[in-house]
Nanobody, 121 residues
Framework: QVQLVESGGGSVQAGGSLRLSCAAS????????MAWFRQPPGRDREGVAA???????TYANSVKGRFTISRDNGNSTQYLQMNSLKPEDTAMYYC???????????????WGQGTQVTVSS
């Protein structure tokens, strides 16, 4: 059974940093395509960053230069380092995984339960 468990969310002031983690189990992690999505209150889920099995990355324009996605295949974990956080980054953040490279499309078959990020001004 595939499980994705996020951690690392919290409350931070604008300009601060947070690091999200997503631990995967029950899945051939090294060959998986992984991504982070977020869903602000009252809005649709949107792609934030994606990383393929070779380590290639894709970012939404709104987070380029501030967020960094990475993966540790040995520990089956992916990370999202978030710097220079803004109030508009406030959202529930989800990690996602699949065997297909959906990049930033919300078509992934496996999802975590989410972790809340709140940025105050």
């Amino acid at each position: 059974q595939v499980q994705l468990v996020e951690s690392g969310g919290g409350s931070v002031q604008a300009g601060g940093s947070l690091r999200l983690s997503c631990a995967a189990s029950g899945y051939p992690y090294s060959s998986a395509y992984m991504a982070w999505f977020r869903q602000p209150p009252g809005r649709d889920r949107e792609g934030v960053a994606a990383i393929n099995s070779a380590g290639g990355t894709t970012y939404a324009n709104s987070v380029k230069g501030r967020f960094t996605i990475s993966r540790d295949n040995g520990n089956s974990t992916q990370y999202l380092q978030m710097n220079s956080l803004k109030p508009e980054d406030t959202a529930m953040y989800y990690c996602a995984a699949d065997r297909v490279d959906y990049v930033l499309w919300p078509r992934y078959n496996f999802w975590g339960q989410g972790t809340q990020v709140t940025v105050s001004s």
